[in-house]
């Protein structure tokens, strides 16, 4: 179950996607330095960060769990879905079920395109009521719709902030940091976007790739993601920052190394 009050936000992801291709990566020279350490792309690195991410999002580790949640939480996106809270008011959710639909033509969600092509930038349920989380859930026992909300999510979310991460010289906690972000903010133009943080954080700071030290480059990124949560009542609870990702800044533990035991929206979490 999702917490009623810390909830993704994003902007339209629809337009970012498109756009990932033909974009450069954000101030992206080559880092200045490469670590032996494995990245968050690394499989084990990324499992603990989809277990990072589900311990806030859905107060729980088991993030295989959530391929069927669909609820409206009352954020004003619509429903929220699946592994990473697909919305039906920000695009991803939309992108989500055409993929499905060109890999299995006739999928029980297929018949929702149009109503949700529709619903698209609002927090509409017109055309989705009264089946539509019956038949998401339905589709989660699909492996062809897991293998899509997985690669949904490497391409808007996981696959970005990987790439600027490592272009900025940082390990799998900065990699990590750069994710959650995305996850909740988006990376459009607003100034609580991915992109916006990042770039206040340059006022304080430069990543190691610029010639900067890490700790204090994700101080200052941290830093910035919190204003940022701050300018949003659904986001006003910063402990996924405050009592996770800086617990383990402080630790210096800049690989993501286990065991990590940290809390978020007061639940503890440990990883061996």
């Known amino acids: ?64 769990a959530q391929y069927r949640y669909i609820e409206d939480i009352g954020d004003g996106r619509g429903y929220t879905a699946g592994i990473i809270g697909f919305c039906s008011g920000t ?4 992108d989500l079920v055409e993929l499905y639909a060109d890999r299995r033509p006739g999928n029980v969600l ?28 339905r589709a989660a026992g699909d492996r062809a719709f897991k293998a899509a909300q997985n690669d949904e999510r490497d391409r808007v979310y996981f696959d970005p902030a990987v790439r600027q991460g490592k272009a900025d010289g940082l390990r799998a906690l900065g990699q990590f940091a750069y994710y959650d972000a995305i996850v909740m903010h988006g990376d459009g133009t607003d100034p609580t976007s991915f992109r916006s943080i990042r770039r206040r954080a340059l006022g304080r700071a430069r990543p190691p790739a610029e010639g900067g030290d890490e700790t204090a480059w994700l101080d200052a990124f941290l830093d910035a993601r919190v204003w940022a949560m701050r300018q949003e009542e659904a986001h006003s609870d910063t402990s996924r920052v405050d009592t996770a990702q800086r617990v383990f800044l402080r630790a210096g533990n800049l690989d993501l190394r286990t065991p990590l035991d940290w809390k978020v929206y007061g639940d503890s979490f440990h990883i061996d």
């Not at 756009?19 to 792309?41: I, M, Y």
């Not at 695009?91 to 939309?94: I, K, Q, T």
């Not at 297929?110 to 859930?137: E, F, I, Q």
Request: aromatic share 6%; charged share 20%.
């Open 1 to 64: 179950m999702k917490h009623p009050t810390p909830v993704p936000r994003r902007t339209l992801l629809t337009a970012f996607g498109a756009a990932l291709a033909s974009v450069p990566l954000l101030n992206a020279p080559p880092a200045a330095a490469h670590h032996a350490a494995a990245g968050l792309d690394d499989p084990a690195k990324k499992e603990i960060a989809m277990q990072l991410v589900s311990s806030a999002e859905n107060s729980s580790l088991d993030w295989k």
């Open 91 to 94: 695009g991803d959710m939309l």
């Open 110 to 137: 297929a018949r929702y395109l149009p109503a949700l092509r529709r619903v698209n930038g609002t927090d509409s349920h017109a055309g989705l009521d009264p089946d539509y989380p019956r038949d998401w859930a």
